[in-house]
């Protein structure tokens, strides 16, 4: 993968689920100049430092240190996460003949990043098309991007979604005075961040937290620095994440829908905010509608308008309990406990209590 390892969840889960299942997990990142300390894990991990850390120099190079670095490890399965890592992975499994997976995260074609850069989106266009076919285990985070991916490449992948580890709830809640929002994630383009805080900015009826680093991190503070009522958290490590943010009232999900990537997302602070039992504001999209229509975990809004996000927080402040509620039971059966055994499964071994 190229993200910092110190801030994927849904790879701390696989890791260490495999690991438990009885492999000896290598979790292969980046090194960046910022980047922190890792806590001890039940896998190994190891950073790859880059001479570029943007732009297509940056992926040539990564994929080269990675394809490297992988032929002289002694592995019996390679897993590469999105296309960004696909080629070194598919490489060095075919030179190894070693059995070799793809865990697609995101419609990596569509990011934001992409948008207005035809020549880089041919250019994975081409990977997505000419990789990501023949002998290879797929899977993503959810049915609708399965669907999507199935048109794209003709193979089918298995669904791993995105649901944290469980987690004690206590009951119904009452909401707080004043409304504590919070968002946890990348701070990236496209995510709402400007449009929360234009709605709730210097408005001593909300309080906003903003958990967190990312590319536009300078311009969000920028924007919040007129404003009291905005807090920013920095990185917080995925062991300490859930005790903050269960101390919140509400939850943001907000995405722009010029982005397919979005459209499609299944982002892990969306089930993150469930087992915190906090009601979500989320965007209509596919996978969001689907969960709060069988659970009613919080409202959904189809633009990022200042009155649509004003009017969910007043309509989950009036009925706080309620929504409190169904997140503590939709909580029980969104956990990764069930997505485990499937990882298992997809992997061909033998299901454990985990």
């Known amino acids: 993968m190229t993200n910092d390892l110190s801030q994927d969840q849904r790879m701390h889960r696989i890791c260490a689920s495999l690991s438990s299942a009885g492999f000896?997990?290598?979790?292969?990142?980046?090194?960046?100049?910022?980047?922190?300390?890792?806590?001890?894990?039940?896998?190994?991990?190891?950073?790859?430092?880059?001479?570029?850390?943007?732009?297509?120099l940056f992926y040539a190079e990564y994929n080269l240190r990675l394809f490297l670095y992988l032929l002289f490890q002694s592995v019996e399965v390679?897993?590469?996460?999105?296309?960004?890592?696909?080629?070194?992975?598919?490489?060095a499994s075919a030179l190894k003949r070693k059995r070799f997976m793809f865990d697609a995260h995101e419609l990596f074609t569509e990011v934001p990043e992409l948008e207005n850069k035809p020549f880089k989106k041919w250019i994975w266009s081409i990977v997505e098309r000419g990789v990501v076919k023949g002998n290879m285990s797929c899977y993503t985070v959810n049915r609708y991007l399965a669907k999507e991916l199935l048109k794209r490449t003709g193979k089918e992948f298995d669904v791993i979604y995105n649901y944290p580890?469980?987690?004690?709830i206590s009951g119904p809640r009452d909401i707080q005075t004043p409304i504590q929002l919070v968002y946890q994630g990348v701070l990236n383009a496209g995510r709402g961040l400007e449009e929360m805080i234009t709605a709730v900015g210097s408005d001593d009826k909300y309080s906003l937290h903003i958990i967190g680093r990312g590319d536009i991190e300078n311009?969000?503070?920028?924007?919040?620095?007129?404003?009291?009522?905005?807090?920013?958290?920095?990185?917080?490590?995925?062991?300490?994440?859930?005790?903050?943010?269960?101390?919140?009232?509400?939850?943001?999900?907000?995405?722009?829908?010029?982005?397919?990537n979005y459209v499609y997302s299944s982002a892990n602070k969306f089930f993150d905010y469930i087992m915190a039992g906090i009601p979500v504001i989320s965007m209509d999209f596919p996978e969001y509608r689907q969960v709060n229509d069988e659970y009613e975990i919080g409202i959904l809004i189809d633009n990022l308008s200042q009155?649509?996000?004003?009017?969910?927080?007043?309509?989950?402040?009036?009925?706080?309990?309620?929504?409190?509620?169904?997140?503590?039971?939709?909580?029980?059966?969104?956990?990764?406990?069930?997505?485990?055994?499937?990882?298992?499964?997809i992997y061909g071994l033998p299901i454990l209590q985990i």
């Open 219 to 260: 311009e969000i503070k920028d924007s919040a620095s007129l404003h009291t009522n905005i807090h920013f958290h920095g990185f917080v490590s995925p062991s300490q994440l859930h005790k903050l943010t269960s101390q919140f009232d509400i939850g943001l999900n907000l995405l722009s829908d010029r982005s397919h």
């Open 307 to 345: 009155e649509s996000i004003i009017t969910a927080i007043d309509l989950i402040s009036q009925q706080y309990r309620r929504f409190s509620q169904h997140c503590a039971e939709a909580s029980k059966e969104l956990n990764w406990s069930g997505e485990a055994k499937k990882l298992l499964e």
């Open 165 to 168: 580890i469980a987690q004690k």
């Open 78 to 91: 390679i897993n590469s996460v999105d296309l960004d890592t696909l080629i070194a992975g598919r490489l």
């Open 24 to 56: 000896e997990v290598l979790l292969v990142g980046r090194q960046l100049q910022d980047s922190l300390a890792l806590e001890e894990y039940s896998f190994q991990t190891k950073r790859l430092r880059c001479f570029f850390n943007s732009g297509l």
